[in-house]
């Protein structure tokens, strides 16, 4: 069985920095793509970012591109999300993706397993 853990959401303010861990365990750790979401309650689940299986390319949203930075360890089977300069507008549930199957790895679709989430909340 597949487990996704996502940690390291909590409440900070704006300017401010948080860095999101993932884990995974019941899957190979190196053999997908993976990505971060976010979704804002109401609101459509939005891409964040996604990093290659070796962690040689990374992508991210216009929204966070210069901010924040995505990461994994291979070898320590942990995927990261360093976000520095937060705003107000990065208040949201940011979930952790694996399981890549597609050509675009901003696409949520083409990702099978997903974990429940941290939620990041940033005062002004």
């Known amino acids: 069985q597949v487990q996704v853990a996502e940690s390291g959401g909590g409440s900070v303010q704006a300017g401010g920095s948080l860095r999101l861990s993932c884990t995974v365990s019941?899957?190979?750790?190196?053999?997908?793509?993976m990505g971060w979401f976010r979704r804002v309650q109401g609101k459509e689940r939005e891409w964040v970012s996604c990093?290659?299986?070796?962690?040689?390319?990374?992508y991210y949203a216009d929204s966070v591109k210069g901010r924040f930075t995505i990461s994994r360890d291979n070898s320590k089977k942990i995927l990261y999300l360093q976000m520095n300069s937060l705003k107000a507008d990065d208040t949201a549930m940011y979930y952790c993706?694996?399981?890549?199957?597609?050509?675009?790895?901003?696409?949520?679709?083409?990702?099978?397993?997903w974990g429940q989430g941290t939620q990041v909340t940033v005062s002004s």
């Open positions: 019941g899957l190979r750790f190196d053999g997908s793509y």
């Open positions: 993706s694996t399981g890549y199957s597609g050509d675009k790895c901003g696409q949520a679709a083409y990702y099978s397993y």
């Open positions: 990093i290659s299986r070796r962690g040689r390319d990374t």
